[in-house]
């Protein structure tokens, strides 16, 4: 069976708050892809190991490869959470970064720990135009933070998406953020730059191990504006990735430079 479509991963694991989104706006999205079995070769219906054979024998379309996968994960979510439990457990008693992160959010009067740092399944989203939309984690001013159970690939995958939740819970204390982007975006721009460039999800080694970019030069400075863009496009009042990389461009010299609550990038 011949592939109708290839989807397109949105950049890996774009970690953003949860704010809820206008009417106005949701129309604006692309629609998601519902699975068709006549279409995709994926039938949910049957055995998963059925349609795991299918898959190597090319007669599953990367559409219905998508749609497995999700229901794969909707089956394994209690396993995904407890795993994610006990790395977000471990991180908090013996990481460095998150231990640092957690006194400074305690500093502020705030307080960050096994009640409000939460494991669930995030469903990823297929949209017409064959993007596949994904969240490793989230920061909401009301509820804490979230960690996406059935993305997390390891305890340092889990480490740097809580360090980056965690920069957001800091930035939301210290400066009362406009997280929606209601007033205009530059506060999501500068939270997203600082949280990508302190939590560690693009230094050396992740950039050229996990994601494949070997780039020397500016490769740190590339993946920080790269992930900053892109949570700064998930958010309801952006309009498109120009308006993100504008928004991205106009605080970018003062908050790349500011490595509060570190003395300087530690990771």
Known sequence: MAPTQSPRAVP???????????????????????????????DPQTKWWVNYFKILAGQ???????????????????????????????ALQHSPTVRFLREKVEALNGRLDQDNVVCRRCPARLTADGEVHRQSGGFSPDHGILICANEVRDRGHLEDTLAHEMVHAWDHLRWKMDWTGDKDLKHAACTEIRASMLSGECRWTRESFTRGNWTLTQQFQDCVRKRAVASVMARPRCKDDVQAVKAVNQVWDSCYSDTRPFDEVYR
Do not use: M, W
Not at 12 to 38: C, G, M, Q, R
Not at 63 to 81: L, P, V
């Open 12 to 42: 890996e694991a774009v970690s953003s708050p949860t704010p809820t989104s206008s009417a106005a706006a949701a129309t604006d999205l692309p629609p998601i892809v519902k699975n068709d079995p006549a279409r995709t070769g994926f």
């Open 60 to 90: 599953v379309t990367p559409e219905g490869q998508f749609h497995y996968r999700e229901s794969r994960t909707a089956a394994n979510e209690a396993r995904d959470c407890k795993r994610c439990e006990d790395y977000r457990d471990f």
